[in-house]
Every structure is written in C-alpha cells, then in structure tokens.
C-alpha cells in the first residue's frame, strides 16, 4: 500500500470488508473491536464542512482587508483565479482515483506537460486539425497511465518508486524534444477557447465542472468506484470477495493518465502553447488539494467534492497573500504548508474513522 486509506462508508452496505474477514477466520480469533467515542450530528457536520467553512472565511477576511479589498472580489480576479486553477483541479482530480485504490501517482505533473507538448507540437510542428492534436495528447498521456497501471498491477512494482521514475523520464523525454524551448504557433481559435469567457466564466472553468461531476459520479454512485474505495481500504478483503484487484487498479492508473491529458490540452489552451517543464510545479499543489480534500465532506477518505475545496481554499488563499504584498516565495511556503498539514489531518482522521486511534 502506498498511501493512507480509511474503510468505505459503513452505510453503503455493497462493501463489507469486515463481514469477509469474519467469515475468513474464526470470531474467536479477532482482537476486540475498540469502541469510538461517539460524536455529536453537529461534530459530524463541522467536521465535514470544516474546510468549505475555513473557504468562506478566508474569503471574508481579504474581501474587508483594506490592502486586498480592492480587487480580491473583482469579476476580473475571481475569473484569474479559476482560470487558472482549472489545470490543477484536473491534476488533483486525476490523484484521486489512484490514491482511492491505495497507491501514489508521481507522474501526473509529467503527464500533463507531455500532453500539452504533444498538443502544441502537433499544431505547431506538424500543422495536423486541432482536434486531432488534442486527442493525441490525451492518447499518449492515456498510454503513460496505462503503462503505470501495467508496472503496478501487473508487475508488483511499487507505485510511489516506478511512477516517480516515470515523472524523471518524461521529463527528460520534454526537455530532448523541446530543446528547452516553448512550443508556439498553435491554431488561434485553441488559445482563443482557454482565454474567452461565457456566461462571466471562463469557458475552460465549465469543462473542469463536467470532469469533475463525472468523476464524482464514477467513484460513488457506480459499482467500480464503491470496489475502488474497498480495494484501497482492504485489498485483503477485496480479493475474498473476487474483486478483480489488477484490472481495477489498472483502470485508476488509466483513468489518471487520461485525465491529466485532458489538463495538458487546457494548459495549451491557456498558455497558447507548451513549455519545457517536468511537471512540479502542477504536481504539489494538487497533493496538497487531494489532501486538504480528504478532511472535508468525507472525512478521512479521498473524494472528488472534497478536493475541489482544497484546490480553492489553496488558490484563494494565495491570491490574497499576493494581492495584499506578500512576497512570491510566500505561495510556495503556504503549499508546502499546507499539504503537511493536510497529510496529518487526513491520516488523523482515517485513523479515528477506523478505531485505530483517538
């Protein structure tokens, strides 16, 4: 296991771990369960809407500071910031699902950049229709998801360790290519779809929306996403119950790699070509927002909703520090910050969710 993981929800009563290893072994075998303090419905609240609370606040707070006041709450701020936030959000979405079915996806960042190269290039390079381009930059970051989910599942390789390394060889593969150089000379309309706006949004926010309901709607209301949560919560259990481990786990790692493609094509969109990077600078503010996420609306669990508040309460927060005169080193102390934070709190509460701590 590569990450820190919480049992499903007992309420969905499709996923019973425990049944299954009861009837693996005899009762009389198991250690007793520890009793949980009971809480509160109103602890349970505050404890799920935690974050969205903090979100609100934070919003409050640089919208009556007298150096932030100004322009936070500006039409013309509020859409920069979600703007811009929309590769991220793509990013920290593509986490989950690997991260729900308990291992580590490093690549992301990688595969977002390669995508957004291998789109920008097609166009610029090889003058090919934009809708080929895009989708040959969703294909080729599909096939790194692929290729991770093959070395995990398949090979038993350990998933923090291999994509890591695949991070570190797409990078070098972006800097051969590229020579270090951007990418320009893509279809003008493409740029124009990741600058223009529609209805007081920026066009590419609606997209985010669509990826985001969709992949909401995939780990929670369909069996492969109530399986993934078992299979990351007890793969043990899992297996007794003939879930098909690798096939699953192949499919997160696929669906990861497919939809940082699709954060590739919009960072194209929006920067009107590519650059030659590795991919961090996307990769740790998404962690930081998968993390915060999995203390909110479902606490101790990664979930979709929840990370979706920490990409915006990371984003915002930063915005304001910015526009009230904090120095640029400020907003990566404050990721930093906040993904050790977020790991603590998240680790915390799926201890306590599983009655191994208090």
Same mark, same amino acid.
């Given at each position: 296991?590569?990450?820190?993981?919480?049992?499903?929800?007992?309420?969905?009563?499709?996923?019973?771990?425990?049944?299954?290893?009861?009837?693996?072994?005899?009762?009389?075998?198991?250690?007793?369960?520890?009793? *949980?303090?009971?809480?509160?419905?109103?602890?349970?609240?505050?404890? &799920?809407?935690?974050?969205?609370?903090?979100?609100?606040?934070?919003?409050?707070?640089?919208?009556?500071?007298?150096?932030?006041?100004?322009? #936070?709450?500006?039409?013309?701020?509020?859409?920069?910031?979600?703007?811009?936030?929309?590769?991220?959000?793509?990013?920290?979405?593509?986490?989950? #699902?690997?991260?729900?079915?308990?291992?580590?996806?490093?690549?992301?960042?990688?595969?977002?950049?390669?995508?957004?190269?291998?789109?920008?290039?097609?166009?610029?390079?090889?003058?090919?229709?934009?809708?080929?381009?895009?989708?040959?930059?969703?294909?080729?970051?599909?096939?790194?998801?692929?290729?991770?989910?093959?070395?995990?599942?398949?090979?038993?390789?350990?998933?923090?360790?291999?994509?890591?390394?695949?991070?570190?060889?797409?990078?070098?593969?972006?800097?051969?290519?590229?020579?270090?150089?951007?990418?320009?000379?893509?279809?003008?309309?493409?740029?124009?779809?990741?600058?223009?706006?529609?209805?007081?949004?920026?066009?590419?926010?609606?997209?985010?929306?669509?990826?985001?309901?969709?992949?909401?709607?995939?780990?929670?209301?369909?069996?492969?996403?109530?399986?993934?949560?078992?299979?990351?919560?007890?793969?043990?259990?899992?297996?007794?119950?003939?879930?098909?481990? *690798?096939?699953?786990?192949?499919?997160?790692?696929?669906?990861?790699?497919?939809?940082?493609?699709?954060?590739?094509?919009?960072?194209?969109? &929006?920067?009107?070509?590519?650059?030659?990077?590795?991919?961090?600078?996307?990769?740790?503010?998404?962690?930081?927002?998968?993390?915060?996420?999995?203390?909110?609306?479902?606490?101790?669990?990664?979930?979709?909703?929840?990370?979706? #508040?920490?990409?915006?309460?990371?984003?915002?927060?930063?915005?304001?520090?910015?526009?009230?005169?904090?120095?640029?080193?400020?907003?990566?102390?404050?990721?930093?910050?906040?993904?050790?934070?977020?790991?603590?709190?998240?680790?915390?509460?799926?201890? &306590?969710?599983?009655?191994?701590?208090?």
């Amino acid at each position: 296991m590569d990450a820190i993981h919480t049992p499903p929800d007992d309420s969905q009563k499709t996923r019973q771990p425990s049944a299954v290893l009861s009837a693996a072994e005899p009762a009389d075998s198991l250690p007793p369960a520890r009793s *949980r303090p009971s809480r509160t419905p109103l602890g349970t609240h505050l404890e &799920r809407f935690a974050l969205p609370l903090l979100l609100v606040l934070i919003i409050v707070f640089f919208g009556i500071l007298p150096a932030s006041s100004s322009v #936070f709450l500006s039409g013309a701020n509020v859409s920069v910031v979600l703007a811009n936030q929309s590769v991220i959000t793509l990013v920290a979405i593509a986490l989950v #699902f690997p991260l729900v079915a308990g291992h580590f996806d490093f690549s992301v960042g990688g595969t977002a950049v390669l995508s957004s190269v291998i789109t920008a290039a097609s166009m610029a390079h090889f003058s090919l229709p934009l809708w080929l381009s895009c989708l040959l930059g969703v294909a080729a970051a599909a096939l790194v998801g692929a290729t991770n989910g093959l070395l995990v599942a398949r090979f038993g390789m350990n998933a923090f360790v291999s994509t890591l390394g695949m991070a570190t060889l797409l990078g070098g593969l972006i800097q051969w290519y590229t020579g270090g150089l951007a990418i320009i000379g893509v279809d003008p309309a493409f740029t124009a779809f990741g600058s223009s706006s529609w209805l007081g949004l920026p066009r590419v926010v609606f997209v985010v929306a669509i990826v985001a309901f969709l992949a909401w709607y995939l780990l929670t209301h369909t069996p492969f996403g109530r399986s993934l949560y078992a299979i990351g919560s007890n793969n043990r259990a899992a297996v007794l119950v003939g879930l098909p481990l *690798r096939r699953y786990t192949q499919t997160a790692f696929l669906l990861s790699g497919t939809l940082a493609g699709a954060a590739g094509v919009i960072l194209a969109a &929006r920067t009107g070509g590519a650059n030659a990077d590795n991919g961090t600078y996307l990769l740790f503010p998404a962690l930081a927002a998968v993390f915060l996420g999995a203390t909110a609306i479902l606490p101790g669990r990664f979930n979709v909703v929840g990370t979706v #508040f920490g990409v915006l309460f990371v984003a915002v927060s930063v915005s304001g520090l910015t526009l009230s005169g904090a120095a640029n080193w400020v907003d990566q102390v404050f990721n930093g910050v906040a993904l050790l934070v977020a790991v603590g709190l998240s680790s915390y509460l799926g201890r &306590r969710r599983s009655g191994l701590g208090t």
